[in-house]
């Protein structure tokens, strides 16, 4: 077996030392991410530690603990104890989404009904609106439709007994003509 080229020896250690202090420059971040209470994604992280993404994904070992640690409840700043997770936040967002979709169809409502209620005003205010009195209207109307029906059926009996008597005075004539001397008598 040869020796290696001393020139390619050299850039491999050079590479190696490069990717060590890749891989310290995202612990550092990572640690660092997580005492602030900072956003914890491989995105966030690879672009804070100057690396590209590519990079943790080829680490397999770095992305499980960028991972690990997004999962964490993050510590609020100072070191208090936990910060609220990702997920209150976004029950918490729901939450607030579904009352302003409430507040907003309640709002519609109210401004639909003080639009009629102003509407009714400047209706009957100018003077070209109907008269207040509309119940009695309408229960003038309904005793006016009951008259119009009683009268049809005066009519309709009216024109039965009409051609009644019609037919009697055809029935009589037809009997006159057909025995001409009991007229004369």
């Known amino acids: 077996m040869?020796?290696?080229?001393?020139?390619?020896?050299?850039?491999?250690?050079?590479?190696?030392?490069d990717t060590g202090?890749?891989?310290?420059?995202?612990?550092?971040?990572?640690?660092?991410?997580?005492?602030?209470?900072?956003?914890?994604?491989?995105?966030?992280i690879a672009r804070?530690?100057?690396?590209?993404?590519?990079?943790l994904y080829r680490?397999?070992?770095l992305l499980g603990q960028v991972h690990a640690r997004a999962a964490e409840p993050p510590t609020a700043p100072g070191g208090r104890g936990p910060a609220v997770s990702r997920a209150s936040l976004?029950?918490?967002?729901?939450?607030?989404?579904a009352r302003t979709a409430r507040l907003a169809a309640q709002v519609r409502r109210l401004e639909q009904r003080l639009s009629e209620v102003l509407g009714e005003q400047v209706w009957h205010e100018s003077g070209i609106g109907g008269p207040d009195d509309t119940e009695q209207l309408k229960a003038r109307i309904t005793t006016l439709e009951q008259q119009v029906v009683d009268l049809e059926l005066?009519?309709?009996?009216?024109?039965?007994?009409?051609?009644?008597?019609?037919?009697?005075?055809?029935?009589l004539m037809a009997q006159l003509n057909r025995h001409p001397d009991r007229s004369s008598n």
Request: net charge positive; glycine share 6%; aromatic share 2%.
């Open 2 to 17: 040869t020796a290696p080229d001393p020139t390619v020896q050299a850039m491999i250690e050079g590479r190696r030392a």
């Open 21 to 44: 202090r890749r891989r310290q420059r995202v612990l550092a971040v990572l640690a660092q991410a997580a005492k602030d209470g900072s956003e914890i994604s491989v995105a966030a």
């Open 48 to 55: 804070r530690a100057g690396v590209d993404r590519t990079f």
């Open 59 to 61: 680490h397999r070992d």
């Open 90 to 97: 976004q029950a918490d967002l729901l939450a607030a989404d």
């Open 154 to 171: 005066r009519l309709q009996d009216q024109g039965d007994e009409l051609n009644a008597a019609r037919t009697t005075n055809r029935e």
